[in-house]
Each structure stands twice: as structure tokens, then as C-alpha cells.
């Protein structure tokens, strides 16, 4: 009996190491956990035009969903510039009116393009 109790333990601290690990291993990862760079979303999603094509209704549910990863991917990363708070606050508004867009809900395409206002977030979190 005294053997399993130790063996347990044993096996729970084995367990606990290595969730432990994978963790701290993604908390230094920092920005590279993000699936997209700010630099790709703005690349692909902004300057490349998708996010017009989606505002414009032209864009297919495949590239709606594109966007919405997109997004998604904004509230991953962490600007250089600005406090957190703001900057979840418009990538996350961004995120959330790409989603209603998705899911085809009514006046969506104009929250949309409100939450994607390019001065406002540059000036709060784009670097020199
Ligand atoms: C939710 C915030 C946010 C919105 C909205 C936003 N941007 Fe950006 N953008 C950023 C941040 C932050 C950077 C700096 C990225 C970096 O270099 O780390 C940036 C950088 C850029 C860059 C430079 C990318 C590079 O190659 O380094 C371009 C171009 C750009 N944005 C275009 C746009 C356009 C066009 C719009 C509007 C249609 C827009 N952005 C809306 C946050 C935003």
C-alpha cells in the first residue's frame, strides 16, 4: 500500500512537470505564439485589401472567415505601443464585428468597418 501512495506521487509530480513546462514554454514564446504577426494582418487584412472586399460584400464566407482569424490573431499579439487594455479593446472590437459579419448578423458590416478605424488604433498603438 505504501508502495502505491509513493508511486502516485511520484506520477502526479512527473505529470505536473511537464504541463508545467509546456506552459512556461509558451508564456516565453511571447508574440511568436500568435498564429499571425500585426505585420501579416495589416499586410493581408488592411493593406492587402481583404478587410474591403468584406466591407464591400464582395468577400466569400471562406474569406469572411479569413478575416475573422485574422482578427483573432490581433488579440493575440501584443503591440509595442500602448497600454494592453486599449489595445484589447480595439483589436477585440475588431475581432468580435469580423465574427458578427461571419455568422451574417444584421448591421455587422458597419460595426465593422467603425472597428476598424486605421488613424484611431495607429495613433494609440502603432510605433514610429
Ligand atoms: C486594431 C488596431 C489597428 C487597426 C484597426 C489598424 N491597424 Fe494597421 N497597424 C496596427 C499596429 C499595432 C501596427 C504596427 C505593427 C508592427 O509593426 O508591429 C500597424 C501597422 C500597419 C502597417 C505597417 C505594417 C508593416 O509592414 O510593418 C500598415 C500598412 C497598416 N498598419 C495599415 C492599416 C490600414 C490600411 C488600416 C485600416 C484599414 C489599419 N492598418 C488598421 C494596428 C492597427
Known amino acids: 500500500m505504501k508502495n502505491v501512495k509513493m508511486w502516485c506521487g511520484v506520477l502526479s509530480l512527473a505529470v505536473c512537470l511537464t504541463a508545467w513546462q509546456g506552459l512556461t514554454a509558451n508564456a516565453e514564446d511571447g508574440e511568436g505564439s500568435a ?3 500585426i505585420e501579416d494582418v495589416m499586410k493581408t487584412a488592411m493593406k492587402g485589401g481583404l478587410l474591403k472586399k468584406v466591407t464591400g460584400g ?3 464566407d471562406e474569406e469572411k472567415k479569413q478575416l475573422l482569424d485574422l482578427f483573432v490573431s490581433l488579440v493575440e499579439n ?3 505601443k500602448g497600454e494592453l487594455d486599449s489595445w484589447h479593446k480595439m483589436a477585440g472590437g475588431a475581432a468580435l464585428a469580423a465574427a458578427k459579419v461571419v455568422v451574417g448578423r ?3 458590416v458597419e460595426e465593422l468597418k467603425k472597428a476598424t ?3 484611431a488604433c495607429h495613433d494609440a498603438h502603432k510605433g514610429e
Open 58 to 60: 464582395e468577400a466569400s
Open 106 to 108: 444584421e448591421g455587422a
Open 117 to 119: 478605424n486605421c488613424k
Open 78 to 80: 501584443e503591440p509595442e
Open 35 to 37: 498564429k499571425h504577426s
